[in-house]
C-alpha cells in the first residue's frame, strides 16, 4: 500500500521558491505518482500564532490555494483543504497537548525564535503550536509528511506524540516519517528564504525580469571570488545563487556542470546568475500562465476547499472518535 502522505502551509504570505522547491514541488511528485493518499491543507489557525490581518489571511489563503492548484495540485487526486473546516482537529489537539511535556514546548527551536522576535506576542498558542500541527498530522493518520527542513523538531514532536499515545493508549497511530532527503532554499542574501522577509525572497508569481534584476542586484555569491580569473567555490562559498542551481538546473545534480566550470574560473557570477534565471523562468512560466487564468476563480476555489474539507472531516472525525473512546470520552 502507498503512504499517507500530509503536509500544509500557513496562509502568510505569497508562496517562495522555498515552498515550492522544498514542500509543494514534493506534495506534486507524490500525488502524480499515484500510488498515494494525500492530504494538503492551508493551516489558517497556525497563521494566528504571530500578529496578523484578518482581512490579509483571508485574501492570502484563496491565493495560496491558487498557487496550490497551478502548481499541480489536483482536488481529483489529492484532498485539499483548510484546518479550521475540520473542527476535530482543534480537538483532537487538546487532547494530543495532555501527552505533552510543556518543558518540550519551551525548548521548539522555532518557539525560541519567535520569543525572541515578538517579546510581547508569546500567546498560549505559540508555545502549543506544535501540538496543533501533531493533531494536522495524526487526524488522518499520515504516514509520511513532506516538509522543508526547517520543520523537522515540529515533526519529530508529532512522531513523540504518536509514541506516546500508543503506549498509553494502545496502538492508534503509525509514527510518520519524513523525507530522507530535504532542502533549506536560500534566500538572496544567503539566509533561509521567507515569507516574512519579503527583500530576501522570490516569490514564484514574480515576473521572470524583476526575478532577474533582484538576483542581479541582491543575489550574493562568493565574496572571496573578486574577479572573474579567481576559481570560485560554489559548494561552499556561494551565497545564493549555486545552491538553487543544484535545485533547479538540469545536470547540477549529476555531472554539476556551472559547480565545475565555476571552480576552474570559466564562468562568472553575472553569467552564472543569469543562467540561473533561465531555468527558474523554464520552471515558473508554465505555473504563471496557468495562474492567470485561475486569478479570478474564487468561486472556484472556495467550492474546492468546501468539498476537499467535507471529505478530510469524514476522515479525520472517526481517527477522533477512536482517540475519544480510547481517552474514556463519551459524548452524551
Ligand atoms: P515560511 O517559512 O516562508 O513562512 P511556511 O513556514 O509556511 O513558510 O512553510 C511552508 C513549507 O515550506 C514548509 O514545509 C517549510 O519547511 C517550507 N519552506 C519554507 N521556506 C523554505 C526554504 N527556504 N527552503 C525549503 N523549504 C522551505
Ligand atoms: N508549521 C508548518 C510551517 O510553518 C505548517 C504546518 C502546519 C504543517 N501543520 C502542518 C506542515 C502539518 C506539515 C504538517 O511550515
Redesign the pocket.
Known amino acids: 500500500m502507498g503512504e499517507i502522505v500530509l503536509?500544509?502551509?500557513?496562509?502568510?504570505?505569497k508562496?517562495?521558491?522555498?515552498?515550492?522547491?522544498?514542500?509543494?514541488q514534493n506534495f506534486v511528485r507524490f500525488q502524480n505518482s499515484g500510488e498515494h493518499r494525500c492530504f494538503y491543507f492551508v493551516?489558517d489557525q497556525?497563521t494566528l500564532t504571530e500578529p496578523y490581518d484578518p482581512e490579509d489571511l483571508r485574501q492570502y489563503l484563496l491565493e495560496m490555494v491558487k498557487d496550490y492548484l497551478a502548481l499541480g495540485l489536483d482536488p481529483e487526486r489529492s484532498t485539499l483543504y483548510v484546518q479550521s473546516s475540520v473542527p476535530e482537529i482543534t480537538e483532537l489537539t487538546l487532547y494530543l497537548g495532555m501527552l505533552q511535556p510543556v518543558g518540550e514546548l519551551l525548548n521548539i527551536p522555532t518557539y525560541k525564535e519567535l520569543v525572541r522576535k515578538h517579546p510581547d506576542n508569546v500567546n498560549h498558542g505559540l508555545l502549543t503550536y506544535p501540538v496543533l500541527m501533531a493533531a494536522d498530522i495524526l487526524g488522518p493518520k499520515a504516514t509520511l509528511v513532506?516538509?522543508?527542513?526547517?520543520?523537522v523538531p515540529n515533526v519529530e514532536l508529532a512522531r513523540d506524540l504518536a509514541k506516546r499515545f500508543n503506549n498509553r493508549f494502545g496502538h492508534t497511530f503509525v509514527v510518520p516519517e519524513m523525507m530522507r532527503q530535504?532542502?533549506?532554499?536560500?534566500?538572496l542574501d544567503g539566509g533561509?528564504?521567507?515569507?516574512?522577509d519579503a527583500d530576501n525572497?522570490i516569490e514564484i508569481k514574480m515576473p521572470i525580469p524583476e526575478i532577474r534584476q533582484r538576483y542581479r542586484t541582491k543575489g550574493i555569491t562568493d565574496k572571496e571570488r573578486t574577479t572573474m580569473d579567481k576559481p570560485g567555490d560554489p559548494y561552499n562559498r556561494c551565497m545564493s545563487v549555486y545552491p538553487v542551481h543544484e535545485l533547479v538546473t538540469p545536470g547540477e545534480t549529476d555531472t554539476r556542470e556551472i559547480a565545475k566550470a565555476c571552480m576552474a574560473a570559466e564562468i562568472g557570477c553575472v553569467a552564472c546568475k543569469e543562467r540561473l534565471v533561465d531555468s527558474l523562468a523554464a520552471m515558473l512560466e508554465p505555473f504563471q500562465a496557468r495562474r492567470v487564468e485561475l486569478a479570478g476563480k474564487d468561486d472556484y476555489v472556495r467550492e474546492v476547499l468546501h468539498e476537499g474539507g467535507k471529505a478530510a472531516r469524514v476522515i479525520i472525525a472517526e481517527t477522533v472518535a477512536e482517540v475519544r473512546d480510547k481517552m474514556g470520552i463519551v459524548l452524551y
Open positions: 503536509s500544509g502551509i500557513r496562509a502568510t504570505g508562496l517562495h521558491l522555498g515552498n515550492f522547491l522544498g514542500a509543494v493551516a497556525h513532506p516538509v522543508g527542513s526547517d520543520q530535504m532542502v533549506k532554499v536560500p534566500g533561509k528564504m521567507g515569507k516574512s525572497a
